[in-house]
C-alpha cells in the first residue's frame, strides 16, 4: 500500500526554511523520509515513534540532532499528514 504525504500550511513553511537555509543535506534527508513516509509511516529511519500522553496519535522521526518532522497517519484515507519539520521538543 502506498500512502499520500500531504503537508500542513506550518511544514510547508518550514520546507520552504529548510530550502532558504540552503542545507543540501538535510533537505535530502527530509525527502528520503517523504519517500518511507508513502512505503511504511511506522517504521524506517529517524527513530520513528508514537508520543506520549495528550499527542498520543502523533508520531515523530528525528531529521538531525536539532530538527524532527511530526506527523499523523490515517489509514483509512492512507494519508500520512506532516505537521512540522522545525525544532525538536518545543525548541522553535
Known amino acids: 500500500m502506498t500512502y499520500f504525504v500531504e503537508l500542513d500550511p506550518e511544514a510547508e513553511s518550514n520546507l520552504e526554511d529548510h530550502i532558504k537555509a540552503g542545507n543540501k543535506t538535510l533537505l535530502k534527508k527530509i525527502y528520503r523520509l517523504f519517500e518511507e513516509l508513502e512505503k511504511h509511516p511506522e517504521k524506517g529511519t529517524g527513530k520513528p515513534h508514537?508520543?506520549?500522553?495528550?499527542?498520543?496519535?502523533?508520531?515523530?522521526?528525528?531529521?538531525?540532532?536539532?530538527?524532527?518532522?511530526?506527523?499523523?497517519?490515517?489509514?483509512?484515507?492512507?494519508?500520512?499528514?506532516?505537521?512540522?519539520?522545525?525544532?525538536?521538543?518545543?525548541d522553535k
Open 50 to 90: 508514537k508520543l506520549k500522553y495528550e499527542q498520543a496519535d502523533i508520531w515523530s522521526r528525528n531529521i538531525d540532532d536539532r530538527h524532527r518532522m511530526l506527523y499523523t497517519i490515517d489509514n483509512e484515507k492512507v494519508t500520512v499528514f506532516v505537521i512540522s519539520l522545525w525544532g525538536h521538543y518545543g
